[in-house]
């Protein structure tokens, strides 16, 4: 499942990112795959499906949204948003695995843990980083991050719907 998961977020690379202009980080799809592998493979293989996609990464696939690779977008102004969805698996899906366990699972629930760690734990880490590398301040880098909340609040909401409706129509998924 992680190599499907894997492929998923490749395929997802194919559509081209969507420049803000603002700072250099763009609106891309595979965030919501990265989402959607905590939710379904859990912490895991969630993160295992990650790591080979960076490995895809580093040997110097396309794979990244506007086919981008190489070890060089590890060392780019905007790496830190790209490392971070390597936290992001293992959090959302063990917070959703627990909720999952006790019975008080909802949607509600889970779209705020993806909020919480498929958004904000990015914008954290994606700053901390942009703001070393670019000499500007984390308050700055992270306000910016702001006009990327429609459109990331909407892939949380398509990822939690997604995963959800996998969950429930199959057994195939780790949580």
């Given amino acids: 499942m992680a190599a499907v998961m894997t492929a998923i977020l490749i395929v997802l690379g194919l559509f081209p990112p969507i420049p803000l202009g603002l700072i250099p980080v763009p609106i891309v799809l595979q965030n919501i795959g990265v989402m959607i592998s905590g939710e379904l493979l ?40 790209l490392i971070s969805w390597l936290l992001t ?13 006790k019975n008080k699972n909802s949607w509600w629930k889970e779209f705020l843990i993806v909020c919480l760690f498929g958004i904000l734990s990015t914008y954290f880490i994606g700053s901390l980083v942009l703001a ?31 995963a959800r409706r996998l969950r429930q129509h199959t057994h195939m998924f780790i949580i």
Avoid at 43 to 68: A, E, H, N
Avoid at 89 to 101: Q, R
Avoid at 142 to 147: K, Q, R
């Fill in 89 to 101: 698996p293992i959090f959302i899906g063990y917070f959703v695995k627990y909720l999952n366990k």
């Fill in 42 to 81: 859990g912490p895991k293989y969630g993160t295992i499906s990650i790591i080979i996609f960076y490995l895809l990464i580093i040997l110097g696939m396309p794979v990244l949204s506007g086919s981008r690779g190489g070890i060089i977008v590890f060392l780019g102004p905007t790496c830190g948003y």
């Fill in 132 to 162: 070393y590398q670019s000499h500007t301040s984390f308050i700055t880098i992270f306000i910016s991050n702001l006009f990327f909340v429609p459109t990331d609040l909407i892939k949380a909401a398509l990822s939690t719907f997604i």
